[in-house]
Nanobody, 126 residues
């Protein structure tokens, strides 16, 4: 069983930046990919960014392209999400996910992932 622990969420003003971290209890190299999702109250879980652990391929949701960057450190079993130019609509619980099914067409779809963290809250004030 893989455990994922997110950290770094906090309240920040619009236009600010945050960096989220996801620590995996096991080697992230075992998974095809890892990703960040977010869910705001009353909304569906949204795919934010994904990265293939065996290379450098990354994927981003349309709402965060150009502002967010996903990265990984295979040696440390860590995945990161750097968020810039934050907007109030970025406020949500952010979740780390691991072990996708490898299909690039569904890399930002939540049901593609097997393991999930408990989430870290990001609040962007206007």
């Amino acid at each position: 069983q893989v455990q994922l622990v997110e950290s770094g969420g906090e309240t920040v003003q619009a236009g600010g930046s945050l960096k989220l971290s996801c620590a995996s209890s096991g080697s992230i190299s075992r998974h095809y990919c890892m990703a960040w999702f977010r869910q705001a109250p009353g909304k569906e879980r949204e795919g934010v960014a994904a990265i293939y652990t065996g290379g450098s391929r990354t994927y981003y949701g349309d709402t965060v392209k150009g502002r967010f960057t996903i990265s990984k450190d295979n040696a440390k079993n860590m995945v990161y999400l750097e968020m810039n130019a934050l907007k109030p609509e970025d406020s949500a619980m952010y979740y780390c996910a691991a072990d996708c099914d490898g299909d690039t067409r569904t890399v930002l779809i939540s049901h593609s992932y097997k393991y999930w963290g408990q989430g870290t809250q990001v609040t962007v004030s206007s």
